[in-house]
Structure formats: structure tokens, C-alpha cells
């Protein structure tokens, strides 16, 4: 009975990320520097060519206290063997993002908490171009305190559409087959 009892626990604290379809995402970073400490966030897979959500969690270090009144902007770096052209968009959903410029190939795009479904984050949509290690830079100003804080995304190509529905588009006739082996074996003539 109690071990019924944590399943269902466990199965019921999944369950709202499932169903809202709303999560986190993937840590990328997890720092201190100054008087800050921050968690950024990304979109579990990001590949080349879709929007995906930057997020950035900054709290206070002595109290782990969110800081919901800073100034956050994203710096990015392309991938090093590659050349971003200014008619590729960086930014995702039009009107959403403010872009603060490009320059050397890197663009800075101001996050904020109103974009997020979470209002304790900072979020900007980004729309990665290329594909490879991307650096991001996160500057964040809060009254008199500022501090950059470094990390690497990595950017995949995008998977090919069939690929992901293999295993799926197999296991039927693999079930039809091993029920047709079944059926022929306990023919009642083959037991003669």
C-alpha cells in the first residue's frame, strides 16, 4: 500500500510539467559573482533555425532572494569557424525581443521578466542561425552592483524528420510479424 502510495506520488509530481507543457528547461550555468548568483536556462533542444528560450534566474547571494528589478541583457557569440550575416534573425517572435545591436559578430539582446511564463526569470526567444558552440554572455546590472557571467550552447543541426519516428513506425508490423510466428506455431497440424 505504501509503495502504491509513492508511485502515485511520484507519477502526480510529473505529471503539471506534462500537462502544462511548460518547463525549466536545461541548466547551462550555475554561478556566483559578486553580489549575484544565477541559474541560466535554455530550451531543452536547441537547433539551428528554431526559437528557443534563454532564461536567466538571478538572486541575491547572501539570501538567495530572487532580484526581480535588474537590468539583464544576453551577449552572443556565433560559433567560431562561422560568419553571421545580418539577414540572418537572431531573435525570435518579432515585437518581443528588444535587439540592442550587433557588432563583431555578436548581438545583444535584452531579456526580460514579462516575456516568461515564470516572472521570477528573465527570458529572451533566440533563433540560433548556426549550428555549433555558441557563447553567451549574461550582463546584469542591479543599482550600483554588475557582473558578467560566461557559459557555452550548444546548437545541433535539426534532426531529420523521419529519423525520430523509426522506432515508432517499426514496432507495429515487428508485433504483427511475431504474432503471425505465434499463430503459425500452434497450427494444429504442426504438432504432428
Known amino acids: 500500500m505504501i509503495r502504491s502510495i509513492q508511485i502515485l506520488a511520484a507519477v502526480l509530481a510529473f505529471l503539471p510539467g506534462f500537462v502544462q507543457g511548460h518547463s525549466l528547461g536545461i541548466v547551462r550555468l550555475r554561478d556566483a559573482r559578486g553580489p549575484f548568483v544565477i ?12 526559437a528557443a528560450d534563454v ?11 530572487a532580484v526581480l528589478d535588474a537590468i539583464v541583457s544576453f551577449v552572443l557569440t556565433p560559433p567560431r569557424s562561422s560568419i553571421l550575416n545580418d539577414t540572418e534573425p537572431m531573435c525570435g ?64 543541426l535539426p534532426a531529420r524528420p523521419l529519423a525520430g519516428l523509426v522506432p515508432f513506425l517499426a514496432l507495429p508490423p515487428l508485433l504483427v510479424t511475431l504474432f503471425a510466428i505465434n499463430q503459425w506455431l500452434r497450427m494444429p497440424y504442426r504438432r504432428k
Not at 541559474?39 to 528554431?50: D, I, N, Q, Y
Not at 532564461?55 to 532572494?65: A, C, G, K
Not at 555578436?106 to 531579456?111: E, H, K, N
Not at 549574461?138 to 550548444?154: N, Y
Open 93 to 156: 517572435q518579432p515585437g518581443l525581443v528588444t535587439t540592442l545591436g550587433s557588432q563583431d559578430g555578436q548581438t545583444t539582446i535584452l531579456a526580460r521578466r514579462e516575456q516568461s511564463p515564470n516572472k521570477l526569470l528573465y527570458t529572451a526567444p533566440v533563433n540560433f542561425p548556426l549550428t555549433g558552440p555558441w557563447g553567451l554572455d549574461v550582463l546584469v546590472r542591479h543599482g550600483g552592483d554588475s557582473a558578467k557571467f560566461t557559459c557555452e550552447i550548444p546548437v545541433d
Open 39 to 50: 541559474t541560466v536556462f535554455t530550451s531543452p533542444e536547441l537547433v539551428s533555425g528554431r
Open 55 to 65: 532564461s536567466v534566474l538571478i538572486q541575491r547571494r547572501d539570501s538567495n532572494e
